[in-house]
């Protein structure tokens, strides 16, 4: 039998005590145009006025601990804990308005 | 500015009280050979003898809840709490030993 193996984790393994200077990035699966990642954030956020704006669609889950997307052209940001996801097309320009530092927040992120 | 819009929700919104008969499944994003979705199991397991053999991988993280993963020649099955996750490539035979039931467990699939 030559069955390809399954590889596994966990998102909330290996949590930074405290803030970090930067977010960290584990690439998680790979293929193709489709890439997920676990982010840890420590009350980063995106600077005043920088936009993201991708090439790709993104799927965002908050796995722990809170944070705030702003949308441009939205009037309020959008509070995201626990389980709460957000479907970002391409080029639908978004900032991270503010990350929880502790407990660390967790995000799972797909862009594909 | 015509920009496209992001959808959001909640993976623990709208969960089931008791069990239920079959698991359900939302899909929350698709494209081309791409596919993310909920799944919520109340109990339900891969009968025995059965095995998932799949096309494309499939990535797989338990969001709440506790269940289990049985592949095939592996001598112990993959006990699964929230945070965990587990890289199916294709032909990675596998099935769901046992899923808990109340309160549901709460799956994310990415198909890809």
Chains 1, 2 share one sequence.
Not at 12 to 36: M, T, W
Not at 89 to 103: F, L, N
Request: with cysteine.
């Amino acid at each position: 039998m030559n069955m390809p193996a399954a590889s596994a984790g966990s998102l909330l393994a290996n949590l930074p005590n405290g803030s970090l200077a930067d977010e960290l990035f584990h690439i998680l699966a790979e293929k193709g145009d489709a890439r997920i990642e676990r982010i840890v954030s420590t009350g980063q956020a995106t600077p005043e006025g920088d936009w993201y704006d991708q090439e790709t669609d993104e799927f965002v889950l908050l796995v722990s601990g809170a944070a705030a997307l702003q949308i441009e052209g939205e009037a309020e940001e959008r509070e995201l804990g626990p389980g709460d996801w957000v479907m970002l097309p391409a080029h639908c320009r978004h900032r991270v308005a503010w990350t929880q530092s502790e407990p660390p927040t967790v995000w799972l992120a797909v862009h594909f």
